[in-house]
């Protein structure tokens, strides 16, 4: 099991490979363009060209790379969005767990997959665990890489300054052996404090070119088929806008995000006739179907409001929102079970009303 290629962005790959050859890549850099256009895959294959220890490299072929393919190399992190833990404070054995879980499965999906849901976030827990590894020694090449996709979604936490200090610091002096590239689509959600300690590198569209050989690819084009998109190579091409890999993700999220952007004014308002008519009308949370995605697009909502906040410095705000994310969690618990969504979204718009406003 290995990763899809890497296909286009053969001009930006020619400078990377350049720079690191003349040893001047920034030890913290930030990947940042349009979603779908393969940041993440980028890092990897940047990652893999920073491990690989021959002359003409990423040479492909050397076990490094080999290792790099399929995401086995110990010292080649990528961590991602993920759910939140069940366990309020999960050791780091159970983070490393985890995270092999869900690169197992994108491997086996050639790396291919759709965009984190709106409650998957990188929580503190994750950041301790790799601030354990970034501090020990390479296990096989001579450097170590992380790579953090959807960056924007390291969310504050309340007690928790200290790991976010000591990745502060990390990034702006990582150690002489350390490489950290964050990736993001939205580089204006990413900390203020994180934003201002990387170097910005721009990803930009890929060429037609490159597009359809991307979905020429035997794995790309199961997954296109599975979900159910058309077959004709060049008519992807067109829907793609240059970033193949939106296609994926493009689900209902509008109508979801409307619902969500109804229920958080619900609870902002104040108003209790509002939220009960809001919860036992038609429109917002009758149908079990699409619930859970309204209360992801709901929790995505609360963290863009603690990001806003935390970043003005109205940490009480901050802090209200990350509560808030609490209480749309323990809905969802109750929505996997057999409750009435109706009845989940009267208690919650209630308990969200309180801490919004406490
Ligand atoms: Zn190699």
Redesign the pocket.
């Known amino acids: 099991m290995t990763l899809i290629p890497l296909y286009g962005h053969e001009g930006l790959r020619a400078r990377l490979s350049e720079t690191v050859a003349r040893g001047a890549l920034p030890a913290s850099v930030l990947l940042h363009g349009p979603p779908g256009v393969g940041k993440q895959r980028l890092a990897l294959w940047l990652a ?1 060209l920073l491990l ?3 002359p003409s ?6 076990q ?2 080999r290792y790099a393919m399929a995401l086995t190399h110990p010292d080649l992190h990528w961590i991602f969005p993920r759910p939140r833990s069940r366990d309020a404070d999960p050791s780091a054995e159970e983070v490393v767990s985890d995270y092999g879980d869900a690169i197992a499965e994108r491997v086996a999906a050639g790396g291919l997959y759709t965009p984190p849901s709106g409650s998957d976030a990188i929580y503190v827990a994750t950041v301790r665990a790799m601030l354990r590894s970034a501090a020990l020694s390479p296990a096989l090449a001579a450097r170590k890489v992380f790579v953090f996709g959807d960056a924007e979604r390291m969310v504050p936490q309340e007690g928790a300054e200290a790991a976010a200090n000591a990745f502060l610091k990390l990034l702006e002096e990582p150690p002489a052996d350390t490489t950290i590239i964050l990736t993001s689509s939205v580089p204006g959600s990413l900390l203020p404090t994180i934003r201002s300690r990387v170097v910005a590198i721009r990803v930009p569209y890929l060429s037609d070119q490159a597009v359809l050989a991307f979905v020429r690819d035997e794995r790309v084009r199961r997954a296109m088929a599975e979900a159910e998109l058309p077959a004709d190579p060049h008519e992807l091409v067109r829907l793609s806008g240059g970033a193949p890999g939106a296609l994926l993700g493009r689900a209902d999220a509008a109508a979801s995000h409307a619902r969500a952007r109804r229920l958080l004014e619900a609870a902002l308002s104040e108003g209790s006739a509002d939220r009960l008519a809001l919860a036992l009308g038609s429109g917002a949370a009758k149908a079990r179907a699409g619930f859970t995605e309204t209360l992801d697009a709901l929790t995505a909502l609360l963290h863009d409001r603690a990001r806003r906040a935390a970043t003005d410095q109205r940490d009480h705000e901050a802090y209200a929102a990350s509560a808030a994310i609490d209480v749309v969690d323990r809905a969802r618990t109750l929505a996997q079970g057999n409750v009435n969504p109706q009845l989940i979204t009267s208690s919650m718009l209630g308990e969200l009303e309180e801490v919004l406003h406490g």
């Open positions: 893999q690989c220890p021959e490299r990423p040479c492909g072929v050397c490094t790379c």
